[in-house]
């Protein structure tokens, strides 16, 4: 192929190595949170506690005034979990901005593996549950990668694998979480209120005036943010989605005296709340699958179950290795040469940890059975350990051939 060719996951600015190593050690200490959390969910939920901890989650809080009424569960996947979209729509900010989706040439990789990787597995669960319209509902929940979850396991098997695959790896899950909150947005949204929506779109725009301006001063930003959150979650849009809205219309340019932009001092504020609060606390919520009224065998089996996983681990990884080996074959695209494929294999592998928002996806999707909620949760769970298991291996065979 004629033509200079462009080197892609290439080498990160010293700048943005810095931002790369704060995130990453905070989303790695996440992850760890998080599968603690995941482990202490299952063991209570199974266990003499079981009545207590679903009737904890089924409880009702209610707010009056402002005609909300959740139950325990869904203040934290409505609520809380917005900070976690927060964070990561200020994650996704930063990559198109500063980091490895800036420039257009190094972008097209990094976006079309994430998007392969979102659509193989969205075909493999189609086709697996095809005749299964009840099992369909579901078809979104093996398009996200977690990135806590991720992260966590590169950060303990990987250690001595090239910063440039951590980025990789980040940008392609932050770009997924986008798809999967614009999938929740359209298609896993109640009837929508036209008023309401009105309503959210004016107090975004307020925001995004304050944030042009320079008026957006904590004291306004998250009274304002609260509002905006209010608004979404009665227009009968996912709340989440809020979370993701505000921080794109964040602005990440720092002001004319100087210091850090609001984008950052947001992050730098949120993220510790995602990783040490939110996250794990949502995975306490979530995970927690009491398999003993269906049986753990009966429930792994399942149509749903057994998709799910194939979607995740197989969709997943050759989606994201197939789009990269395409590209720089069809392209004047060329991958990085610190890089082996073996690497883009073991990130398709650790892409496939499909944990917080498919647990999210799945709840949303099977809302009215119980019994197909715990198909999925159980899919899901032993998606992501075997996901994460066969990506174990894989970097540290290729972490042994490094230190040979």
């Given at each position: ?140 929940i ?61 107090l ?46 964040t ?5 004319i ?40 065998s ?8 057994v998709?799910?996983i ?11 290795f ?32 499909g ?36 990506a174990?291996?894989a ?10």
């Open positions: 192929m004629s033509g200079k060719r462009e080197v892609v996951l290439g080498p990160v600015s010293e700048v943005e190595g810095r931002w790369l190593s704060r995130a990453l050690k905070d989303e790695t200490f996440g992850g760890i949170l998080l599968l603690g959390s995941a482990a202490i969910a299952m063991v209570v939920a199974n266990s003499y506690f079981s009545a207590g901890y679903s009737e904890t989650l089924q409880h009702k809080l209610n707010i009056g005034f402002l005609d909300l009424n959740l139950s325990v569960l869904h203040w934290i996947s409505d609520g809380l979990l917005a900070i976690f979209f927060l964070v990561a729509g200020l994650e996704l900010k930063h990559e198109f901005l500063h980091g490895s989706l800036a420039r257009p040439s190094q972008a097209l990789v990094p976006i079309i593996a994430s998007i392969a990787g979102m659509v193989l597995p969205i075909l493999i669960y189609f086709f697996m549950v095809r005749g299964n319209a009840d099992a369909a509902t579901g078809w979104a093996p398009m996200a990668t977690d990135i806590a979850f991720a992260l966590a396991v590169l950060a303990i098997a990987g250690r001595s694998l090239p910063t440039e695959l951590r980025a990789f790896l980040l940008t392609v899950a932050v770009i997924d979480d986008l798809g999967a909150i614009s999938i929740i947005a359209i298609f896993y949204s109640n009837k929508t209120n036209i008023n309401m929506l009105a309503l959210t779109l004016a975004l725009v307020l925001y995004w005036i304050a944030q042009r301006f320079n008026l957006a001063r904590w004291y306004i930003a998250i009274p304002l943010g609260l509002a905006i959150w209010w608004a979404t979650y009665q227009s009968g849009i996912h709340a989440t989605v809020a979370g993701v809205a505000i921080a794109l219309l602005k990440n340019k720092a002001n005296n100087g210091g850090k932009s609001p984008a950052e001092i947001a992050e730098k504020f949120f993220r510790p709340v995602s990783v040490a609060l939110v996250i794990p606390l949502f995975a306490f919520a979530s995970a927690g699958v009491d398999v003993r009224d269906f049986g753990l009966q429930t792994i089996t399942s149509p749903i179950s998709a799910i194939c979607s995740l681990v197989i969709g997943k990884t050759l989606g994201i197939g789009a990269t080996f395409l590209v720089t074959r069809l392209t004047r695209a060329s991958l990085n040469p610190a890089l082996r494929w073996s690497d883009i294999l073991a990130i398709g592998l650790l892409a496939g940890i944990f917080t928002v498919s647990l999210l996806i799945a709840e949303l999707s099977y809302a009215d059975s119980q019994t197909l909620i715990a198909d999925a949760k159980v899919g899901i769970l032993a998606a992501s350990l075997l996901a994460s298991i066969c174990v291996i970097l540290r065979l290729r972490t042994r051939s490094i230190r040979a």
